[in-house]
Every structure is written in structure tokens, then in C-alpha cells.
């Protein structure tokens, strides 16, 4: 099965920008997307920055509306790692976030993937 190990993530203030890489291993040929979802507490896992393709997560992306233009998903094919630079960090932004991959449909929809990492805890205080 597909490993997903976490890093990065942490405490900072409002406006400060943090970074979570997700490194893959094993068989990730089969999936066709990989992205980062985040959880409050007592919440569904939201989709927050996807890539996904129709046979690999190259091709497309996927943003919440709450992120787009202070998020970037971005993925080294070489090292199968996908990273999240998150920029003008608000308080709203803080929760668990979680590296995901699998053969999705529906890029956005937590229940379609297989496969997650531990998550990383992300604190924007005011």
C-alpha cells in the first residue's frame, strides 16, 4: 500500500506563511491524486489543495475557495512528494492537516481516498 509520511506544518502568527511536505512511497502509480485535506474539531475532513490527472496527480488542481490565492500545492516528481505552501495564514486556517492519495473521482471528497498520513497540527494565532 501507499505510505504518506508527513512534515512541517507548526505555530505562527496572523500573516505568516508555514509549509507541509508529504512524502509517498510505495505503489503510487496507482493513484491519480494526492493533496491535502484539513479538520477542525468536531469537523469532516475538508478538501483544502489537491493535484489530480486521469492517471496521475499531475494534471489538474483543486483549491477551496477559502485558500485560493494564499495556498499552493505543488508536487516533485522525482522525490513523489507534494507540498503546501500556505501564505497570509488567518486563525480559520488552523487545524489538522492531513496528506491524502488514491484513485479518485471526485478530488474534493475525503471518503474517495484510500490512503492518509498522521496529520499535522497548523496553530495561526491572532
Known amino acids: 500500500s501507499v505510505k504518506l509520511v508527513e512534515s512541517g506544518g507548526g505555530s505562527v502568527q496572523t500573516g505568516g506563511s508555514l509549509n507541509l511536505s508529504c512524502a509517498a512511497s510505495?505503489?503510487?502509480?496507482?493513484?491519480?491524486?494526492m493533496g491535502w485535506f484539513r479538520q477542525y474539531p468536531g469537523k469532516e475532513r475538508e478538501a483544502v489543495a489537491i493535484?489530480?490527472?486521469?492517471?496521475?496527480?499531475?494534471?489538474?488542481?483543486y483549491y477551496a475557495d477559502s485558500v485560493k490565492g494564499r495556498f499552493t500545492v505543488s508536487r516533485d516528481n522525482a522525490k513523489d512528494t507534494v507540498s503546501l505552501l500556505m501564505t497570509s495564514l488567518a486563525p480559520e486556517d488552523s487545524g489538522m492537516y492531513y496528506c491524502?492519495?488514491?484513485?479518485?473521482?471526485?478530488?474534493?471528497?475525503?471518503?474517495?481516498?484510500?490512503?492518509w498520513g498522521q496529520g499535522r497540527q497548523v496553530t495561526v494565532s491572532s
Open positions: 491524502a492519495a488514491g484513485w479518485v473521482e471526485r478530488p474534493w471528497v475525503a471518503d474517495e481516498y484510500g490512503y
Open positions: 510505495g505503489p503510487t502509480y496507482s493513484t491519480n491524486a
Open positions: 493535484l489530480y490527472g486521469d492517471s496521475e496527480p499531475t494534471t489538474s488542481t
